[in-house]
């Protein structure tokens, strides 16, 4: 008996590894019938869409996936969240391309929009003929459009620029307080802004400073310009351009003063910055008034105030598309006109205060309650809906955003907080961009 | 079917046991390695089989898994590393012979990566190897409570990484951090300990340190019980003191040990990575405004993952494991060299 007991262990074991080796091997495989069990043999009967998304995009936080599955009984929706978009978006471009692994929808974030046009443009479905393209800002469309007309992705949201400010520490450094007539002031011109900086920093109240980083002003300041760092035909143009030169003036302006926090935009002690209140304003897009509300808290309440920024800009915003590799492509479709409509853009924004990319939504949009108490009931929608509607038409290119990274977080923050001069800034920064186009 | 070996081992089987009797007994008292009788039969056959090709099944999941998660993407990253292949566009590679390699020896990016980790790896390495030494020996004395002490030296090791980081970052942080709280009552003026260049190095390898001491305290604690007491018993009689018989019996005895800590940090410090990463908060693949802690790790992500360009950054990655070749080539010099010595 010892034998069999031996044996049918031995066998055991081998029977295991080989349970394991093959369980592995089977994971390397291709996927391909996970859809299939959801739709046709699961218990429900349900279609399971996912939908990939990164940071907050608001639409689980405004009810939009409740509502759907509500709408269509045989649909749920799940949503796959990664945080930055610096992970996302790189993880997002190999699984397009090996043509598995995608979401039904996958989200785009603007800085990565050209290159999805560009270089992926065949792994996206043509949502041009499915929907009334008409109901998109020009600019929004024609982003995530190729030269032969295929539209790859809806626009969601935009990021019109206004100018946040405190109120209280306005008041205290002796300068205006009234938001049409600080609008008034710094009109037409970011270096109108950065010079009234110098007289708050005058009679600052102490601990505090303007505004949070040099790099916050030059990408306000570039978001209202209309020669970016690409030409129309997607040449790299940046050391030539006349925007990136007036917002890198102005940002040199900040980081050789010492009206800048030094502090570095979405690191944890710009958030502290925000509670604490160490900085006076911040180039403030709308989907930035969520995130002073959360940071600062209580103790903000109804010092924050809202003007309009010195020029129509745009910074940030999204778009969803629909990938080619989806198992539910047709419902994927569906959901995400759907999502996108005017509609539902308005209910995000009334949740989440991100801006609708489609003009129809501005009439009836109604901020929050709450936001509009929190920003000392400043006219939130009339403020950025006037931004929204001049935006210049801007050209992107594919290392959009390495170029920006290289000229905010190497040339000014060396400027910044490394003492050095504006010209080895540049340089640095210059060297760094060759590096980045591989010259 | 009769083999030499089989052959010669007959007789002890057939002295041992009856035929047909428990081969599972016979192989109890035998050891592995003796074949029942019955030579020919389907049964010996299965056995030989058996005894032959169980262990390479046994060992064999974790070829597999080297193969198809290490091996393969070893030789496809050699492969990329000749190519100009953008992260956009993963099917239009093009043939770019040594042009990435030579790309790399040429951009001061690289060097000052390559100079970058190796003094990040000094600041971290030499000063935890060195503490974790005197931590061992500290620990190696009658204590009250040794495994608490032990279990609080560990704990570090085991907190992830990200959290520790993102503690540490809180801690130098220039405004308000508590780090500058500390030193502006000697009365330091603030550091920006993440952009100077030797202070984020500082800051980096501190995190590095804290994270790895108390793994090798372990590691050399365990090295120490293992030396006979009669060694010290016998110094103690000469007259050595606690510090000459740290000296001239616990290093000596310690010698391998220490050597393999040795080339585990440096494996370490030659990969750090995570660290600095996170550190760097927003954008920190760049690791710092003036790259003043990026290191070879932080580089090869950068350009792979920040900047798209895989081509690079597998040449990168190829050109760290030369590195680590080279270094683990050094340390086998070494090695025979201490022995020869011995």
């Known amino acids: 008996m010892r034998t069999s007991t031996r044996r049918s262990r031995r066998l055991a074991a081998i029977a295991a590894v080989a349970a394991m080796t093959a369980g592995l091997l089977a994971g390397c495989s291709k996927d391909s019938n996970d859809g299939k069990s959801d739709s046709d043999g699961g218990g429900s009967g349900k279609t399971q869409l996912t939908i990939g998304t990164f940071g907050v995009f608001g639409y689980k936080q405004a009810g939009l996936y409740d509502e759907y599955m509500k709408l269509h009984p045989n649909i749920s929706i799940k949503e796959n969240v990664t945080t930055r978009t610096d992970v996302y978006w790189p993880k997002t471009l190999t699984r397009l391309q090996a043509g598995s692994g995608t979401d039904d929808i996958q989200a785009i974030e603007v800085g990565n929009i050209t290159e999805a046009v560009q270089t992926q443009a065949d792994k996206f479905v043509d949502l041009g003929k499915e929907v009334d393209k008409s109901q998109w800002l020009g600019w929004k469309l024609s982003q995530a459009t190729t030269k032969d007309g295929k539209t790859i992705a809806l626009g969601t949201d935009i990021g019109p620029m206004a100018i946040c400010y405190r109120k209280d520490l306005f008041a205290k450094a002796g300068l205006e307080t009234d938001r049409t007539k600080l609008a008034a002031q710094w009109k037409g011109d970011w270096a109108k802004y950065v010079d009234l900086g110098k007289t708050y920093m005058k009679k600052a109240p102490s601990g505090t400073k303007f505004v949070d980083s040099a790099s916050s002003v030059y990408n306000a300041a570039l978001g209202g310009e209309s020669q970016r760092y690409y030409d129309k035909d997607g040449n790299v143009i940046w050391d030539k351009s006349t925007g990136v030169k007036k917002s890198w003036n102005a940002a040199m302006t900040v980081a050789t003063s010492n009206m800048s926090a030094k502090l570095k935009q979405f690191d944890p002690t710009w958030d502290q910055g925000f509670a604490k209140g160490s900085f006076a304003t911040v180039a403030c897009p709308a989907w930035m008034m969520g995130y002073i509300q959360e940071k600062s808290g209580d103790a903000g309440k109804g010092k924050w105030d809202v003007a309009a920024a010195p020029t129509a800009a745009n910074w940030g915003g999204s778009f969803i598309g629909v990938p080619t590799a989806g198992k539910h492509q047709k419902e994927a479709v569906a959901l995400a006109k759907w999502l996108t409509a005017p509609e539902q853009q308005a209910k995000v924004f009334a949740k989440q205060a991100s801006f609708p990319s489609t003009p129809g939504a501005y009439s009836s949009l109604t901020p929050a309650a709450a936001t509009t108490e929190y920003f000392s009931n400043a006219p939130i929608t009339q403020i950025f809906g006037d931004s929204a509607k001049t935006i210049p038409v801007q050209y992107f290119g594919t290392k959009d955003q390495p170029i920006g990274t290289a000229i905010t977080d190497v040339g000014i923050l060396q400027v910044e907080q490394k003492g050095k001069t504006p010209d080895q800034g540049w340089n640095a920064a210059k060297a760094e961009i060759k590096d980045v186009l591989g010259q | ?342």
């Open chain 2, 1 to 342: 079917m009769t083999s030499s070996k089989q052959a010669l081992a007959q007789p002890a089987t057939s002295a041992d046991a009856a035929p047909g009797s428990q081969p599972g007994a016979a192989r109890g008292a035998q050891g592995r390695g003796t074949p029942p009788q019955h030579p020919g039969s389907w049964r010996s056959r299965l056995y030989r089989w058996d005894m032959k090709a169980s262990p390479y099944a046994f060992i064999a999941p974790f070829f597999i898994i080297f193969g198809a998660f290490g091996l393969v993407p070893l030789l496809y990253t050699a492969w990329y590393s000749l190519h100009n292949v953008q992260l956009s566009g993963l099917d239009h590679q093009t043939w770019a012979g040594l042009d990435n390699y030579k790309n790399l020896l040429s951009s001061e990016f690289f060097w000052n990566a390559l100079e970058n980790t190796f003094s990040i790896g000094v600041i971290s390495t030499v000063p935890q190897l060195l503490m974790a030494l005197g931590i061992a020996h500290l620990l190696n004395y009658r204590l009250r409570g040794s495994t608490v002490w032990r279990v609080v030296m560990l704990t570090p090791y085991a907190t992830s990484v990200a959290a520790a980081t993102l503690v540490f970052t809180l801690l130098y942080s220039w405004d308000g951090g508590m780090v500058n709280w500390l030193l502006h009552f000697v009365g330091v003026h603030p550091i920006n300990w993440r952009e100077s260049d030797w202070g984020s190095q500082f800051a980096v390898s501190s995190i590095v340190i804290w994270r790895w001491t108390g793994y090798n305290a372990l590691i050399y604690l365990a090295a120490m019980q293992a030396i006979p007491t009669d060694l010290y018993e016998s110094a103690a009689l000469d007259g050595a003191g606690r510090w000459q018989q740290f000296r001239h019996v616990t290093i000596p005895m310690l010698r391998p040990t220490i050597l393999f800590t040795v080339v585990v940090s440096t494996i370490g410090a030659t990969q750090l990575f995570g660290e600095p990463l996170l550190f760097g908060g927003v954008s920190g693949s760049k690791g710092g405004s003036a790259h003043q802690y990026q290191t070879l790790g932080l580089y090869m992500y950068d350009q792979g993952w920040g900047i798209g360009n895989l081509g690079k950054a597998s040449a990168i990655a190829w050109t760290m494991f030369l590195i680590l070749l080279i270094i683990a080539a050094v340390n086998l010099l070494i090695t025979r060299r201490l022995r020869k010595s011995q």
